[in-house]
């Protein structure tokens, strides 16, 4: 399944106040339960996301993103924010929100930047849990 994210509001906001460089920071995904209900209103710090995932194969926090990108299509005026796919192997594990931020070190100064609701929750048993971004990229911004 091909996933791309939600915008969490405050997170362009951030980034034009040089909070958040996509390119250079450590961003990181992390895992979520059913019972997270992200907000993209009033969520902008890790501290405000609750109910991470626990199990084999995973370590709090989450994985870093690897092999960032931005591009911009002057074709289609979009910007475009793309990572490798993620994954946690030999993980048991099941999550239904994977929520993308920038680590700090603390979870009160980790800006929040979007989050991918998987419909449902995906599992895995002393497998591999495979977030496999669309190839439209993670997350997309149209300039108009």
């Known amino acids: 399944m091909a ?16 909070e958040i460089d996509f390119d250079t920071d450590t961003v990181k995904v992390m895992l979520c339960t059913s019972t997270y209900t992200p907000n993209q209103d ?31 299509d002057t074709g289609t005026n979009i910007i475009k924010l793309d990572a490798a796919d993620t994954s946690w192997t030999t993980a048991t594990i ?3 929100y994977a929520v993308i931020y920038v680590d700090t070190g603390v979870a009160s100064t980790s800006p929040l930047l979007g989050y991918v609701d998987f419909g449902a929750d995906e599992s895995s048993s002393a497998g591999t849990f495979l977030i496999q971004w669309s190839a439209d990229g993670i997350f997309k911004i149209t300039v108009s």
């Open 42 to 72: 009033t969520h902008d710090y890790k501290d405000d996301v609750t109910n991470e995932v626990t199990g084999v194969g995973y370590s709090a926090g989450g994985a870093t993103l690897a092999s960032k990108t931005i591009a911009y």
């Open 3 to 18: 996933v791309s994210a939600k915008w969490f509001g405050q997170a362009l906001l951030k980034a034009l106040n040089k």
């Open 94 to 96: 099941t999550a239904r």
